[in-house]
């Protein structure tokens, strides 16, 4: 059995009986805690293909499935979001990138103090600010909530998470290598475009998965600045969630897990070919 | 660093389109919220003057008090779980040689399915005709269900299992890059374990403990999910006072004063944790 074992990282003297039951216990410790996390997603999937709606296994069936392709409000919810998560990405890992670029260059505390704050917070208040915000400017403008307002909003709060994954990258950038390309005659804009750009394209990948999955789930910002006609995924599946347990709502949390994970799996592939 | 070459035009076109976006969405929205806190709420549910500090002093109401003091509370708590479930954890990554990536993307996983999703699966587990209960009935361990949805537990197991990974990513960060041989010096110098854990170990990684007790405290203030679902009617905390000021309710100016409450808490614990020239994010 390989899992419990611990590889011999352990300092002081290997062999040492206390050190080595101290790595099995550590293990088993985190198999718990592994399964602490995954272990309900997992009774979650299960019954998604349960064919009795209550919470005891009856067989095999993929009506929950069928339901839940059948229902408009989820379909269309889900186009929403989708449309929503890709425009917000775009938007959000272009502006993210530049200013990493931009801060990396001289630093702005205006900028970066902003985006700090813009990290810590908490959602709740950034929805409740944006709300204010967009109904007071609607005093002036002739528009209404929609999802030009949800699009606005996952922008902003998902610039400084593509700026930071992009400005780790950068730190380990030899500034060097930019200034060759400018003794050589490039322009200040080639020179990030054909040298910085290609070197920060795995840190950018990674950051527009992060855009693009902070924005298909968000629900608490979301459901304060969407209008009637902009109704998200999150926002029917809370609904659902709490009008009580649905397998339907199974069926819908699996597909998105598993496309979500799968996602995932394939843009690191990518990122490992490339 | 390497400078723009005199000519600023080029910095500009890259920081601007960020600047105005951040203007729009982070800097007016705080400014009208700030103004907001100030004023008194209409009739309808805009905003009016006279202009007013009674939005903050109704917060010292017991009350609404209490319900600060709650959330402290319940993120505290939360908070504490996820540091003591975590450092083990994070340790066990750290010394789990070739396997290392494997166990460190086991954690990471949960952050890209939805947090939402997580939410519900605890219902799932948890409420009266869930899992958990249909199966201890079953097994006649229990006649009646155990009430195990719907109360302050109930949200600190959510805000845990929603953070936990928050919580290790930092502290297993310090702990990839301790430096063995203090914990080896330790031990030749007579130390039990439970020494070097506690006077070299913990000590050594408290960077990484205190970036993690940020990074699951202050979203676990300003929970709004998690305690609307976990907690039902029962468990009202400052993110929900905040929402429902903002719809049901439709008092704008004591919702902005709540969320600037809040918010102050928030920068006042960050800046009390952090120290000179460590980066927490």
Known sequence: MKWPVSSGQWPAKTGDRGQRTGASVLAWYALLIYAFLHVPLLILAIFSFNSSKFTVWQGFSLDWYRAAFADRDLIEAAANSLIIAACATVLATMVGTLAAYGLWKRSSNWLAGSMYLSLVTPEIVTGVSLLAFFQWSFRFLHLRLGMHTVILAHVGFSIAYVAVVVMARLRGFDPELEEAALDLGATEWSAFRRVTLPYLMPAIAAAAMLAFTVSIDDYVITSLVAGIDSQTLPMVIYAMARRGVNPALNAVSTVIVVALGAMVMISERLRRRA | ?281
């Open chain 2, 1 to 281: 660093m390497v400078g723009f070459g005199g000519r600023a035009s080029i910095r500009i076109a890259f920081l601007t389109p960020a600047a105005v976006l951040m203007l729009l969405t982070l800097v007016a929205p705080s400014a009208i919220i700030v103004a907001y806190s100030f004023l008194t709420h209409g009739a309808y549910g805009g905003v009016e003057r006279p202009f007013t500090i009674e939005n903050y002093t109704r917060l010292y109401d017991p009350l609404y008090a209490a319900i600060l003091w709650r959330s402290l509370w319940i993120a505290g708590v939360a908070t504490a779980v996820c540091l003591a479930l975590g450092f083990p954890l994070a340790l066990f990554i750290s010394r789990s040689g070739a396997r290392k990536n494997l166990y460190l993307s086991l954690v990471i996983l949960p952050f890209w399915t939805s947090f939402l999703i997580r939410t519900y699966a605890w219902m799932f587990l948890l409420r009266d005709t869930g899992l958990i209960n249909t199966a201890l009935q079953a097994l006649h361990l229990i006649r009646a269900p155990l009430p195990m949805l719907y109360n302050d537990g109930a949200v600190i197991l959510g805000l845990v299992y929603g953070f936990l990974p928050f919580a290790v990513l930092p502290m297993y960060a310090t702990l990839e890059r301790l430096d063995q041989s203090l914990l080896e010096a330790a031990a030749d110098l007579g130390a039990k374990p439970r020494d070097t854990l506690f006077r070299v170990m913990i000590p050594l990684c408290a960077p990484g403990i205190r970036a993690a007790a940020i990074l699951v405290f202050v979203p676990c203030l300003g929970t709004y999910l998690t305690s609307d679902l976990l907690g039902g009617s029962k468990t009202i905390l400052i993110g929900n006072l905040i929402q429902n000021q903002f719809t049901a309710s439709r008092d704008w100016p004591f919702g902005a004063a709540a969320s600037i409450v809040l918010m102050a808490v928030a920068m006042i614990l960050l800046f009390a944790v952090r120290r000179r020239g460590e980066e927490l994010l």
